[in-house]
Each structure stands twice: as C-alpha cells, then as structure tokens.
C-alpha cells in the first residue's frame, strides 16, 4: 500500500516538474492559432524574387529600400524587426493614401515617409503625452498592454521631426476611440495598426480600417504572438474575426496581412 502510494506522488510530483519546466510551451500550444501562415512573396507582387541561378534568388528593385539605424541610447520599446520594416517600406513604396495607428517615436512613420513617392500622404495616431492618465482600461483588457500604453505615449516630437519628410506626415492627438473616421472611408491604400494593444482599443482600430480601406488596400497588425502576455488581446481579436475575414500571418514575423479583395 505504502509502496503505491509513494509512486503516486512521485508520479504527481513528476507531471508537476514537467508542467513547471514546459510552461512557457504548453501555454504556447494551448494559444496554438488557428490563423494559416503567408510567405511575403504572396502579399504583394513587389516582393517577388529574380532568379540569379539555381541557387541565389535576389530582391527585385521594388523592395529595396531606404532605412536607418536607431541609437540604443533612446531606449525605443516595441519597435518593429528588420525583417517587419522592410515589409512596411516597401508596401508604402506602391501606397499613395497610408494611415499609422500608433506614432511611438516614429520609426515606422519615417519609413514610410522615406520610401513612399512625394505625393504620399501619411496620417498617423498617436495619444498625447500629456493625456495619458485619461485613457480607460475595460474588463477585457489585458492589464499588461494596458501599462504598455502609458510607458509608449511619451513622444511629442519623432524620428522624423525637422527632416525634409516630415511634410508627407499628419500626426494627430488623439485618443483612437473618439477618432472619427469618416473623411477617410474608402480612401487607405495601406493600413498599420499598432496603437494599444488592449482588447477594446485593437477592436476600435480594426473596425475603423476596415472601413478605411480602398479596394485592394492592405492593413497589417504588429505584435500577433500566441502566448506573450502583452500580445494576447491582439491574438483574441485577430482570431475573433477570423471566420469573418480572411487574415493571415506573415512567416517569420508577428505582422497579420489583410487585402480588401
Ligand atoms: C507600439 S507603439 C507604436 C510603435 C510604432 N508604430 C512604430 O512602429 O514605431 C504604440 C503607440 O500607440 C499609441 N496608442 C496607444 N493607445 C492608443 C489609443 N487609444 N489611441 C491612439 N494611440 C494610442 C501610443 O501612444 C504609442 O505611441
């Protein structure tokens, strides 16, 4: 009996160290996505690779881009990946009408405006510094991203401020759900949306580009990661509407891809 019942627990005590030292993967399959995963190559046509011979596939010009480096010293939170921002850019190479939910520090802002054609014009949202203590959390939303926002909105002045691009740019103050929409409908060649990440607020934002959108326009969602707790309401939406919309991930980034067809 005694016997039994010490393999018992050691059996116990077993399962438990193996959930103790799983547990970021076990989390990460129970939040398994059921979103189907897209090569870049199948978003766009400027991202189509020539063959230089059997073994060696280049970028076309149409994905090359302008870039620049950031100094550590600014200490940036939730920026974008290389692999992100060459994605972004070269979209905003062939997109005439883009919208930014989210400003930060303006990184993506930049380069968008250093890629896209003298005529592009960028409207990007952003909350005021100084606003920032005015912002609701509700029920749903995630306590994480909800601190994330008031750590994010510190920028009055970006990247871009003072350069020759800066005149390609719109930002506005404001808080996204009171943003009204209207003179945009219809009119967004290419969306990003990377405002707070709360439940309520990437909701606000979704439905707003959804509506913003052009036919064949382009939105793209940053920070779609199963499993990261300052993410998870971006994944629950996202996932939400996936029988409603047709949303894939991007391989190897946290981007979501959605074309107005
Ligand atoms: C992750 S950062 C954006 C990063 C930026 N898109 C980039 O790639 O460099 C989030 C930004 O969203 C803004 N934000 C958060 N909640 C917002 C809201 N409800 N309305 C407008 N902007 C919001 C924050 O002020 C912050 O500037």
């Not at 995963?37 to 978003?43: A, F, G, L, T």
């Not at 005439?96 to 405006?113: D, H, R, V």
């Not at 934002?205 to 990661?225: A, Q, T």
């Amino acid at each position: 009996m005694i016997i039994k019942l010490l393999l018992f627990i050691s059996i116990i005590l077993n399962l438990l160290l193996i959930l103790l030292f799983n547990k970021k993967k076990i989390k990460r399959f129970l939040n398994k996505s059921k979103i189907k995963e897209i090569d870049v190559i199948n978003i766009h046509k400027s991202f189509e690779l020539r063959n230089i011979s059997s073994n060696l596939k280049s970028p076309k010009e149409d994905s090359i881009i302008k870039s620049f480096s950031i100094s550590s010293d600014n200490n940036i939170v939730g920026m974008t990946s290389d692999y992100e921002a060459w994605i972004i850019s070269t979209l905003s190479k062939v997109s005439k009408n883009i919208f930014e939910f989210g400003t930060c520090s303006g990184k993506t802002t930049y380069l968008m405006a250093l890629n896209s054609s003298e005529d592009t014009k960028i409207t990007t949202i952003t909350l005021n510094p100084n606003e920032i203590n005015n912002i609701q959390k509700f029920d749903k939303d995630n306590e994480s991203s909800y601190r994330n926002i008031k750590n994010e909105s510190i920028y009055d002045k970006f990247l871009f401020s003072g350069t020759p691009e800066e005149k390609k740019i719109k930002v506005i103050f404001i808080n996204s759900v009171d943003f009204k929409n209207t003179e945009f409908k219809k009119k967004m060649d290419f969306i990003f949306i990377d405002g707070g990440h709360t439940y309520s607020v990437v909701k606000n934002d979704s439905e707003k580009s959804f509506e913003m959108l052009k036919p064949n326009g382009i939105i793209l969602w940053h920070d779609y990661v199963p499993g990261k707790r300052s993410s998870s309401d971006v994944v629950k939406y996202i996932n939400s509407i996936l029988d409603k919309k047709k949303i894939y991930k991007i391989k190897n980034t946290s981007l979501c891809f959605y074309k107005n067809c």
